[in-house]
């Protein structure tokens, strides 16, 4: 019902910069909150940047001034601006939303399939 599709990973050298885009389409009513995980090898996925209610943002501690979350509420699309990328932020990154469909009374949290980011030299 509910399809959320990334783009954008990649390799980069420490430092620079990548683009990540999550499109969800479907039977969407609502979107109550769209955002990025991520989870490194070994690890737990934790969130890194979150749109709630189209308006409010939050980050990870981690990533704070370095990346920025954006939405085009027209495309249900959210992107993540990463900058000064360190070798820690390599993981996959997931994109999730909480939607409620059309044929649905509730929401319920939906996941990309996650794309691969590497910062390496």
């Known amino acids: 019902q509910v399809q959320l599709v990334e783009s954008g990973g990649g390799l980069v050298q420490p430092g620079g910069s990548l683009r990540l885009s999550c499109a969800a389409s479907g039977s969407i009513f609502s979107i109550n909150a769209m955002g990025w995980y991520r989870q490194a090898p070994g690890k737990e996925r934790d969130p890194v940047a979150t749109f709630i209610g189209g308006k409010i943002t939050r980050y990870a501690e981690s990533v704070k001034g370095r990346f920025t979350i954006s939405r085009d509420g027209a495309k249900n699309t959210v992107y993540l601006q990463m900058n000064s990328l360190k070798p820690e932020d390599t993981a996959v990154y997931y994109c999730?939303?909480?939607?409620?469909?059309?044929?649905?009374?509730?929401?319920?949290?939906?996941w990309g399939q996650g794309t691969q980011v590497t910062v390496s030299s």
């Open positions: 999730n939303a909480n939607i409620r469909t059309l044929f649905s009374n509730g929401a319920s949290d939906y």
